[in-house]
């Protein structure tokens, strides 16, 4: 596991963490499609919290996209970065992610966040910032909607209805297995919402939530046991 020091001016108030939003913001890209749903590699990542010890464990958990099996993993472990406040958490997090994104033997592909992208009260959650940093096509596939408004999918697996910020799209709800509660979708980096939907569906075969963030909440929470037993 890799051990992470919060970077050299790192954001320590919440105005300076909103001024780097609206700096990386403006490097979003919406207009490629990424990559094919189903080819390549597909990456998970997640974090758990130590809340005693002010500590965070991240584990980014790498896919062959065609088969969904596990073909890489890594994970690594550092303080908490940022204090808590709504529509910033991702600056608590992004240290020891981009870690343990570092610290895979192979090339990440894909990355699905456990939360936000363009679906975000600023329009940079997680997964933006974090497609942004590295470059990589990123998604997020969310549990709950955050404030956003939607009109219930049809019941059948793979309906979908619109995210809304007011009259703004900003992602979808899909529902991932018929007649259970939708995921919400949106885009961060480098993908389409199209595209993003239809790896969402390729990653939940089975389950309401993609395999790539069970496999990476699983680990997570596996490696903040071992690091800091009961």
Known sequence: MTTVRIPEHWPTTEEQARAVQDELRERV??????????????????????DARDVVVA????????????????????????????????????????????????????????????????????????????????????????????DDPDTPRGSSSALLAGSEEVGRALRTREAVKPVFVSVGHRVTLAGACAHTLAL??????????????????KALRETYPA
């Open 204 to 221: 939940t075969p089975g389950y309401r939530l993609p395999e790539t963030t069970r496999r990476a909440d699983a680990l997570c929470r």
């Open 29 to 50: 890209i919406l207009d490629e499609p990424g990559p094919p749903p189903g080819t390549g590699h597909v990456t998970g990542v997640d974090v758990a919290y130590d």
């Open 59 to 150: 584990a980014a958990v790498v896919l062959d996209a065609s088969s969904l099996e596990v073909v890489a993993e890594a994970t690594a472990v550092g303080r908490v970065s940022f204090p808590y406040v709504p529509g910033l958490l991702a600056f608590r997090e992004i240290p020891t992610v981009l870690a343990a994104l570092d610290a895979l033997p192979l090339p990440p592909g894909l990355v699905v966040c456990d939360g936000y992208g363009l679906a975000h009260p600023r329009r940079f959650g997680l997964a933006s910032h974090l497609g942004v940093l590295t470059g990589l096509p990123t998604i997020g596939v969310a549990k709950n909607p955050f404030t956003f408004a939607y």
